[in-house]
């Protein structure tokens, strides 16, 4: 089974400023699909970045980017430029390829912009 | 598109009482997934669906919980009777396609309150 573990239950951030969320996780698979969600106080959960396991490059979107080490199964997300909009709790998740869609969340972080 | 639609967004019940939650999945996907969110747990699958059909139901707490998929626009999650602990944020989310690493979109949940 997979396990997802993100060690920061709460982080602040000033705005403007940069933040690194961590996740690691644990698996015996080679291929697989990692993501970080991102729930905001509306409680909706919307995609931020996804990463395959098989590339190498980081993705990033905007001011997301992402640190993906698989040899150390860590996967840290970091905010640049922090926005009072970023404010949330963000969910490091992980898919086996082939897995039928099935995701395995971590705990979450949750972040606090500060004007 | 409008979206995952869940119903009720909140529900205040009486334990032994019986709790249907219903969900809308994006017209066109083929993936649902039910989760429960607690602050104890965190984020749980308890069941999914492919085209209708119940993939996996190893999440599901126990017999008072059961899901339904009669069509592909239209889910229900029953607890039957509720309980106290059963108290917690049910999400629906569907995904467009199984075995894909497409996004996960979700609903805005259902407040379930068990007194």
């Known amino acids: 089974a997979q396990t997802v573990t993100q060690s920061q239950p709460e982080m602040s951030v000033q705005e403007a400023e940069t933040v690194t969320l961590s996740c690691t996780y644990d698996?015996?698979?080679?291929?697989?699909?990692l993501f970080w969600y991102k729930q905001p106080p509306s409680r909706q959960m919307i995609l931020v970045i996804r990463?395959?396991?098989?590339?190498?490059q980081n993705a990033t979107e905007n001011r997301f980017s992402v640190n993906f080490q698989k040899a150390a199964k860590s996967f840290s997300l970091k905010i640049s430029d922090s926005q009072l909009g970023d404010t949330a709790m963000y969910f490091c998740?992980?898919?086996?390829?082939?897995?039928?869609?099935?995701?395995?969340f971590g705990g979450g972080t949750r972040l606090m912009v500060k004007p | 598109d409008a979206g995952v639609i869940q119903s009720p967004r909140h529900e205040v019940t009486e334990m032994g009482q019986e709790v249907t939650l219903r969900c809308k999945p994006i017209?066109?996907?083929?993936?649902l997934f039910w989760y429960r969110q607690t602050m104890m747990r965190g984020l749980e699958l308890l069941i999914y669906?492919?085209?209708?059909?119940?993939?996996?139901d190893s999440g599901m707490p126990e017999d008072r919980f059961s899901a339904k998929m009669p069509n592909a626009s239209f889910s229900t999650l029953k607890i039957q009777p509720s309980e106290p602990r059963d108290s917690a944020v049910y999400f629906c989310?569907?995904?467009?396609?199984?075995?894909?690493?497409?996004?996960?979109?979700f609903g805005e949940g259902s407040r379930l309150t068990v007194l």
């Open positions: 698996t015996s698979e080679n291929n697989y699909y």
């Open positions: 669906f492919n085209n209708n059909v119940p993939i996996d």
């Open positions: 998740a992980f898919m086996r390829y082939n897995a039928g869609n099935m995701l395995t």
């Open positions: 990463q395959e396991a098989y590339k190498q």
């Open positions: 989310a569907s995904m467009a396609s199984p075995n894909s690493a497409g996004e996960l979109f």
């Open positions: 017209s066109g996907h083929n993936s």
